[in-house]
């Protein structure tokens, strides 16, 4: 069984962030934050297309937490 710490580190491929992180709705969503220059911090294994993509958990999880609001604030 993995440790926390390497959970932290684990690399995802798109649609694996999407089956786990209910808040992005499919692949192309997650591709357009990306684009946006809004999503979160990505790795990319080539330039251009066709380089692949992936996600740090880590970097999922700190996007999301910068996006929480706590309760009576306003957004």
Request: glycine letters at 8%; one cysteine or more; aromatic letters at 10%.
């Amino acid at each position: 069984m993995a440790s926390t710490s390497q959970m932290a580190d684990e690399v995802l491929s798109p649609a694996d962030v999407c089956s786990q992180y209910r808040i992005f709705r499919n692949a192309q969503a997650l591709a357009e934050l990306r684009w946006r220059g809004t999503g979160p911090d990505y790795i990319k294994t080539a330039p251009g297309r066709a380089g692949r993509v992936f996600y740090r958990r880590s970097a999922i999880e700190k996007w999301l937490d910068e996006r929480t609001v706590s309760g009576g604030q306003a957004a």
